[in-house]
C-alpha cells in the first residue's frame, strides 16, 4: 500500500532549539535594547544576570565578567538602561537572551554621568581652583610631553617647536593615550617628568576623539597627578569643543596640541623684539642722563667765578660728548647683544649682566667727574667764606696792587655779591 500524504520530517528538541539559536544570533548581531532593569542578581564568578522589560514583554540577559569588570555603571532594580549587545539563546532552557557589552542609564550616557559626579567631587575638593593656577615659565629649555610617541598631535606639537623656537628640547614620555591602560600610564607620565629638575613645564596632549576615545584624561587617577605635579601643567586634550577633566586641573588649557606649543614657546622674532626693545629704552635713559650732565657741565663752564677750571671743565665735557658718541656706536651696532648669534638663554644673560655692567661703570665715572668738578669749581670754595673780588672792568684782583683808594670793586660771595669802594690799599704782608 502507498502512503498518499505528505512525508513528515520529524526535529529533536536539539535540533529546533540549534536552529533557533543560528536564526537568532545572525539576525541579531548588534542591537540596543531599553527596558527598566528586574530580578538582578551577580554570581561569585563575577557574572551579571538580569532582566530587562517593559509593559508588555521581557527579556533575560547576562553580562559575562569580561565584559562586567569595564561596566561604569552597574544594573539596578527599578531604573531603565539601554544595554548594547548581541541577541543569543539558552538551549537548555529554551530562552532566548541578550548578551550585554555595553550598559548605560536612560537619559544621560554613563559616560557623561560619571563625569559629572567626578567633576562635583573634584571640584569640593578645591582641584579646578583659578587661586592655586601657576604661570608658565617664560623662557622654559625643557618641556616634557606625555602622550603616544605614534600619535598626530606629537607631530603638529614638534613642528611648530620647531618652526617657533627650535632650542627647545623636548622629553617624550610614551603612553597609550585611549584604552584601559591609558589612565595609569598617563599618570605614571605626569609624575616622571614632573619629578625631574631639568623639565620646565609638562604637556599633556592627544588629538580628537569620542567621549570614549578621551575618557583616559576623565580618569581620577589623571586629575590627580596633574593636581599634584610639582611643574606647571597643560591639557592639550581633543579639539576645541571637548573639555576634559585633565582640562579643569591643569594650570592652563591649550584648545588643541600646536596651540600649546605655541603658547610654552615664543618665537624667536619676539623675543629678538623684546631684546631689542630693552635695548632701545636703557640706550635711551643712559642717553637721557648723559645729555643732563652735558649741559650741568656747559652752564658751569658759562658761569662766572669758574675760570680757573675751565679748560678742565671743558675736558670732561669732550668725555662726555665721546661717550655720547660710543653709546650711539653701541645701539645701532647691536653690540649691546653681541649673543644673538647664540641661543636665547645666552642673550638673555648678555642683557642682564653686560649692559647692567656698562650702565654701572658709566654711572660711577659720571659720579666721579662730578665729584672732580666740584673740587675744582670756585664756587664751593666760595661757600667755605671766600670771596672772589673783580674790578669794575671785570679783572678778576689777586693783587692789592690792581686797586686805587676809591676805585669800586664788585665782590662775589658764595650766596649773592655786592658793590664795594675801596677805602684804603694796604701792602702785601710777608709771613
Request: proline residues 4%.
Amino acid at each position: 500500500m502507498l502512503p498518499f500524504g505528505p512525508q513528515r520530517t520529524i526535529y529533536t528538541v536539539s535540533d529546533v532549539s540549534r536552529r533557533i539559536k543560528e536564526l537568532v544570533e545572525r539576525q541579531f548581531t548588534d542591537i540596543w535594547v531599553e527596558g527598566e532593569v528586574s530580578n538582578f542578581r551577580s554570581s561569585a564568578a563575577g557574572h551579571l544576570y538580569f532582566t530587562l522589560k517593559d509593559n508588555r514583554a521581557q527579556i533575560p540577559a547576562v553580562c559575562f565578567r569580561n565584559a562586567a569588570r569595564y561596566l561604569r555603571f552597574k544594573p539596578e532594580n527599578g531604573k531603565s538602561f539601554r544595554a548594547r549587545g548581541r541577541l543569543t539563546t539558552y538551549e537548555v532552557r529554551g530562552e532566548y537572551q541578550i548578551i550585554v557589552e555595553v550598559l548605560e542609564p536612560v537619559g544621560v550616557g554613563a559616560l557623561q554621568q560619571a563625569f559629572d559626579r567626578l567633576k562635583e567631587k573634584l571640584e569640593r575638593e578645591g582641584l579646578f581652583d583659578v587661586g592655586r593656577k601657576r604661570p608658565l615659565p617664560p623662557f622654559p629649555s625643557r618641556v616634557g610631553v606625555v602622550t603616544s610617541p605614534k600619535s598626530a598631535a606629537l607631530h603638529d606639537l614638534l613642528s611648530v617647536l620647531g618652526r617657533r623656537h627650535n632650542a627647545i628640547d623636548v622629553l617624550v614620555y610614551p603612553t597609550d593615550v585611549q584604552g584601559d591602560k591609558a589612565s595609569a600610564q598617563i599618570a605614571e607620565g605626569i609624575d616622571c617628568l614632573g619629578g625631574r629638575p631639568d623639565v620646565d613645564v609638562v604637556i599633556v596632549t592627544r588629538g580628537g576623539g569620542s567621549l570614549e576615545d578621551l575618557w583616559p584624561f576623565n580618569e581620577e587617577r589623571v586629575a590627580r597627578a596633574i593636581f599634584s605635579c610639582p611643574k606647571p601643567v597643560i591639557s592639550a586634550v581633543g579639539h576645541e569643543v571637548d573639555v576634559t577633566m585633565s582640562d579643569l586641573v591643569a594650570d592652563l588649557r591649550a584648545p588643541t596640541p600646536s596651540a600649546a606649543a605655541e603658547i610654552v614657546a615664543s618665537s624667536k622674532e619676539e623675543l629678538f623684539d623684546r631684546l631689542t626693545s630693552g635695548e632701545k629704552r636703557m640706550a635711551g635713559a643712559i642717553r637721557i642722563r648723559l645729555s643732563d650732565l652735558n649741559r650741568f657741565l656747559a652752564t658751569k663752564v658759562g658761569s662766572r667765578g669758574f675760570v680757573v677750571a675751565e679748560n678742565r671743565i671743558r675736558e670732561m665735557s669732550r668725555q662726555v660728548d665721546d661717550w655720547n658718541f660710543r653709546l650711539e656706536q653701541f645701539a645701532t651696532s647691536g653690540r649691546f647683544f653681541p649673543s644673538r648669534r647664540h641661543r636665547i638663554e645666552t642673550a638673555d644673560r648678555v642683557l642682564s649682566n653686560s649692559v647692567a655692567r656698562k650702565v654701572t661703570h658709566a654711572r660711577q665715572r659720571l659720579a666721579g667727574l662730578a665729584q672732580a668738578m666740584d673740587a675744582l669749581s670756585p664756587l664751593a670754595v666760595l661757600t667755605r667764606g671766600y670771596s672772589i673780588c673783580r674790578t669794575s672792568g671785570g679783572e678778576v684782583v689777586r693783587s692789592a696792587s690792581q686797586v686805587a683808594v676809591d676805585s669800586s670793586v664788585e665782590v662775589r660771595l658764595g650766596e649773592g655779591e655786592f658793590d664795594a669802594k675801596v677805602t684804603a690799599v694796604k701792602s702785601k704782608k710777608r709771613l
